[in-house]
Every structure is written in structure tokens, then in C-alpha cells.
């Protein structure tokens, strides 16, 4: 079996032809995680008997004659914070080493009821916090494409995992841009759906509000398909949307014809010189495939990095107050008195990353700087998808790049907690408007590092932004 070239497809076609059963590509596909995965530590924990018993299940519908789900039998990588029952959730934190969850995540549930079989657990930065993986407790996850560099983050677990073959789609979440970071750095698909498409029951709270589970693969098809199957209403989770939900793939027509596109001028000028001529080179793609370009402004990106970084740690304090060591795993030993325990079970527990978050959210969040930062960045993040409705009273999607520069050296900057906030400039204003985004690979640097190109639509539109991304990809692929 060619894992790194299987797709959704391909996988029924083997199904359903006899080619092999579900059982005989699923021990197949954990022989080569644990021949691929010490190559870049993508996967943090294999669950092979879950595994085999979800494949057993789809054997034994098609022995039966039984139709089989949408995506039986397809081996499947979940980002570390999506809880997975009976099977350890570390989210990449010290904290959790041990957590074993009561209860599935939504996502896994429809996942698994569509016939997926989920292999294992993917590395990520902890908590979701970061853009390069370094910020996890069980080491660094190397990109695929070139291993003495970052795989992006914080699902850089799952994207190794997709571009590496060993899983043919994955789930990421993402809250300033971990699913389309991530995929960019390692020449996948990344989609981030529309906040409250895909149920957030079960993904590990980092900042409530911005958060979002996505799928990511191969194919732009592949992520459709997956949204298709875990996007829709769930009572569990107040916020997700009671919209229905299309089929995207259905709607992979290459229609693209006279779609306007807007190009965000703010978004062009710090590129790197071969990002840009990659994303302008895509640009030329979309114009020959018949879409009208036109250049539009985003004002507001400027103060997008302060508010994302007022925001998502103000959330991320108080979502992470949690973890106090009564409740869950991880208890310091060396503690005389119930504050001393709190004390050094945070201290001892949580990373460097995340008490700078818990600090600043605290901060930002208190009673004489509330107004000042809290509420200020509030307004900023309403001007941002102000900008964002206006852009799209004029233009159906807005493409663009998904990072300044491609995937940069593992250490290059850890020490400069700045430089790395820097790096989302472009990924979390889709988040902050809560619109639906992704990447799709837009080709390689001379050196062979793989960069995407950013694709904005309207709210719950993933429809257009699908189409769009799928000609371009079938295009380039031609
Ligand atoms: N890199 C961003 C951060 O560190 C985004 C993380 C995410 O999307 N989960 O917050």
C-alpha cells in the first residue's frame, strides 16, 4: 500500500473491490506509523485496538452487504486536545500526561460513526498555544518536507502526519490560525470552517471564542468530505450552528468562472520574496481559470496580533484556572498546604508559553486594566470583521498569503516569544471575524519548502472557498 498517495476514495474503491478489508489496511497503516512516525514524532500515542475494532466494524458491514459510511475504513490522525474516550489526551501538556477522558469529542463521535478508524493521538504545542510545535512537553514534532525544520503549529502532529502518509486525513483545531499554519508549512489542506460549524464539544478549551476544530489531508476533496461529516448542530455545544450543512463535494464542479477575488493589500507587503512570488504566481492560476482579481483593503490588520493576543490569553486564563491538580492527573508531590499544592502543581506542570499566557490574560483581564486592554480589544475585534463584510459586499473570496515565510528552523524562535506571535499576522483575522478559511499548497520554495495560499470566505460559505480551492488545486496538479 502507497500510504503517502491514499486518498478518501481510494480507500472505498480498495473496500468495496475486495482489494483488502478495512482490519488488513488498518494493521497496515500502524506498522507504517511505527516505521514513519520516529522520522518526526508526529503521533504521541497509537490506539490500535479501538482502531481495529472500528475496521472490524466496517468488515463486517460489507460483509453483510450493508452501505458503508462516508469514510469507512479511512485512517485517521487526532490533534492531541480533541478528547478521545478511554484513550490518553495529553494536550501536549506534562499536566495531562495521564489524563484518560470519560467521554468523546463530537467530532471523533461523527467521525467514527461515518466508518473512520482513528489510529492514534497527534503531537501540538500545549494547549493549542503556539506556532511551531516547540511548545509541547514531549518534544518537537519535524516537518516532513525538511526535518531540521518546524512543522508549523499547533497541530504540527497532524499535518507531519497527513504529509508524511501516515494518516490520510487528520482533525487540528485551530484558534489565530494552528490548522492553515501548520498545513502551509507542510504542503497539505488546512480548513478552518466558520465558527460553530463544527461542534466544539470535547476540544480542550484554549480561548472559547476563538477556537475551531478542521479537518486536514491530502486533497482539498478529502477535507470536504471530512467537514461534511463532523460539521452540524450538536446540543452539547451552545455555540455551534443549527445550519445545514451541504454537501461540498457535490459541489466540486471547477465552476470558478467569474468569481471576483479580492487581493488584502495589507496582507502582500512583508513577505518573504519566494512566498510572495508563490502567492502571486497562484493569483495568475485563479485569473486563468476565468476569476476576476481586484486589490482591497483590510485596515484593521495592523492591530490584529494585540487583539488576538489580548483576547486569546484573557479566555485562556480563565479556561485554563482548571487545572488546579484536584480534578485532574497530574498532582505536585512536594506540597505542605493546599495553596502550596496549587502552587506547584501550575508551576511544575504548565510550561513556559502558558504561564506567559495565564499572566497576561490575568492582566489584561483585572480590574483596573480591563477597560484599557480587554474591552478595547473587543472593539478592535469588531472593526476586523467590519472590514472583512465589507471586503465581501464586493468580492466572493478573499485569497491570500497564510504566512510570511515558509517553515523556519526548529529553534529559530523559540527564545523570542514576539517573533513567533508575528507569524499569525495573516491567519488570525479569519478567526477573529470567525469566517472560514483555509490553505491549499501553492507550490515550493527553490529550496523545497512547501507554502500555501490562503482562501477567505463568507460566513458559512465553505461551499465557494471548497470550489475554489479544488480548481486550483486540479489546476496546478495539470
Ligand atoms: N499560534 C497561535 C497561538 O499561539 C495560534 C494557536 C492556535 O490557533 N491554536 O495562539
Same mark, same amino acid.
Given at each position: ?108 463521535? !461523527?467521525?467514527? $460513526?461515518?466508518? +473512520?478508524? &482513528? =489510529? @492514534? ?6 494547549? #493549542?498555544?503556539?506556532? %511551531? ?84 489531508? !491530502?486533497?482539498? $476533496?478529502?477535507? +470536504?468530505? &471530512? =467537514? @461534511? ?6 446540543? #452539547?455545544?451552545?455555540? %455551534? ?238
Amino acid at each position: 500500500m502507497d500510504f503517502p498517495s491514499l486518498t478518501i476514495e481510494r480507500v472505498r474503491k480498495g473496500l468495496l473491490g475486495r482489494e483488502f478489508s478495512a482490519r488488513e489496511l488498518t494493521a497496515e497503516a500502524l506498522r507504517f506509523v511505527e516505521v514513519e512516525n520516529p522520522k518526526t514524532n508526529a503521533y504521541l500515542r497509537l490506539a490500535p485496538e479501538r482502531a481495529l475494532a472500528a475496521a472490524a466494524h466496517v468488515d463486517e458491514q460489507i460483509a453483510r452487504g450493508e452501505e458503508i459510511g462516508p469514510l469507512a475504513g479511512v485512517p485517521v490522525a487526532v490533534k492531541d486536545v480533541i478528547l478521545t474516550k478511554g484513550v490518553i489526551t495529553t494536550c501536549g501538556s506534562k499536566l495531562l500526561e495521564r489524563y484518560v477522558p470519560p467521554y468523546d469529542a463530537t467530532a471523533v463521535v !461523527r467521525l467514527e $460513526r461515518a466508518g +473512520a478508524v &482513528v =489510529l @492514534g493521538k497527534t503531537n501540538c504545542d500545549e494547549f #493549542a498555544m503556539g506556532s %511551531s510545535n516547540e511548545n509541547s512537553a514531549f518534544g518537537p514534532v519535524r516537518n516532513p518536507a525538511a526535518p531540521d525544520r518546524v512543522p508549523g503549529g499547533s497541530s504540527g502532529g497532524s499535518a507531519a502526519a497527513v504529509a508524511q502518509g501516515t494518516a490520510v486525513v487528520a482533525l487540528g483545531s485551530d484558534t489565530g490560525g494552528s490548522i492553515r499554519q501548520p498545513a502551509s508549512f507542510c504542503g497539505v489542506v488546512g480548513v478552518t470552517p466558520t465558527y460553530g460549524r463544527v461542534s466544539r464539544y470535547g476540544l480542550t478549551a484554549f480561548a472559547s471564542s476563538l477556537d475551531h476544530v478542521g479537518p486536514l489531508g !491530502r486533497t482539498v $476533496r478529502d477535507t +470536504a468530505r &471530512v =467537514l @461534511g461529516v463532523i460539521a452540524g448542530r450538536d446540543p #452539547a455545544d451552545s455555540t %455551534s450552528a443549527d445550519a445545514p450543512v451541504p454537501d461540498y463535494t457535490t459541489e466540486l464542479d471547477g465552476q470558478v468562472k467569474g468569481l471576483k477575488l479580492g487581493l488584502p493589500r495589507e496582507y502582500l507587503k512583508d513577505l518573504t520574496s519566494e512566498s510572495g512570488d508563490l502567492i502571486a504566481r497562484g493569483v495568475e492560476v485563479l485569473k486563468k481559470l476565468g476569476c476576476q482579481v481586484r486589490e482591497i483593503s483590510l485596515p484593521s490588520t495592523d492591530s490584529a496580533v494585540a487583539c488576538y493576543y489580548v483576547l486569546a490569553t484573557a479566555e485562556a486564563s480563565s479556561n485554563l484556572a482548571r487545572y488546579d491538580g484536584v480534578r485532574y492527573t497530574f498532582r505536585s508531590a512536594s506540597s505542605d498546604t493546599l495553596s502550596d499544592m496549587y502552587r506547584n502543581t501550575r508551576g511544575e506542570g504548565f510550561g513556559a508559553e502558558c504561564k506567559r499566557r495565564i499572566m497576561l490574560g490575568t492582566y489584561v483581564l483585572s480590574a483596573g486594566y480591563y477597560d484599557a486592554y480587554y474591552l478595547k480589544a473587543q472593539k478592535v475585534r469588531a472593526l476586523i470583521a467590519r472590514d472583512f463584510a465589507k471586503s465581501f459586499q464586493q468580492v466572493d473570496a478573499i485569497v491570500a498569503p497564510v504566512s510570511p515565510y515558509p517553515a523556519f528552523k526548529l529553534g529559530e524562535k523559540v527564545n523570542d516569544p514576539l517573533a513567533m506571535y508575528l507569524s499569525d499576522i495573516y491567519t488570525i483575522t479569519g478567526d477573529l471575524a470567525g469566517i472560514p478559511c483555509m490553505s491549499v499548497p501553492c507550490g515550493k520554495t527553490a529550496g523545497g519548502l512547501p507554502v500555501g495560499m490562503q482562501i477567505l470566505t463568507r460566513h458559512f460559505d465553505e461551499t465557494t472557498m471548497f470550489r475554489l480551492a479544488d480548481a486550483f488545486e486540479n489546476s496546478e496538479a495539470a
